[in-house]
């Protein structure tokens, strides 16, 4: 079992940047991937960004590619998303998700734990 707390979200401006943190629970944290998706206001959820157990490999979505990192430390149970650029497209609930297989994926079906989600909001 994993329990998720997400933090960090806001409201900042465009070009502003924001970072996003997931503090997980639970022994088993090193050997997920875990995954941040979000979702606005009528729309359906969407993939945003993922990284493998280890951090080694990292996905991103085309729309956040070179201005959002991924990122995790292990030994703090703690997963992150630097978002830089933000735009008001950006504006959403961002959540943070855990998926048991090592390697990240981009479907919301991959992942069996998720947070409660954190808004961020970018006004233009």
């Known amino acids: 079992q994993v329990q998720l707390v997400e933090s960090g979200g806001g409201l900042v401006q465009t070009g502003g940047s924001l970072r996003l943190s997931c503090a997980a629970s639970g022994r088993s944290f090193s050997s997920y991937a875990m995954g941040w998706f979000r979702q606005a206001a009528g729309k359906e959820r969407e993939f945003v960004a993922a990284i493998s157990w280890s951090g080694a490999i990292t996905v991103y979505a085309g729309l956040v590619k070179g201005r959002f990192t991924i990122s995790r430390d292990n030994a703090k149970n703690t997963v992150y998303l630097r978002m830089n650029s933000l735009k008001p497209e950006d504006t959403a609930v961002y959540y943070c998700?855990?998926?048991?297989?090592?390697?990240?994926?981009?479907?919301?079906?991959?992942?069996?734990?998720w947070g409660q989600g954190t808004q961020v909001t970018v006004s233009s």
């Open positions: 998700a855990a998926d048991p297989k090592s390697l990240p994926a981009t479907t919301p079906d991959e992942y069996d734990y």
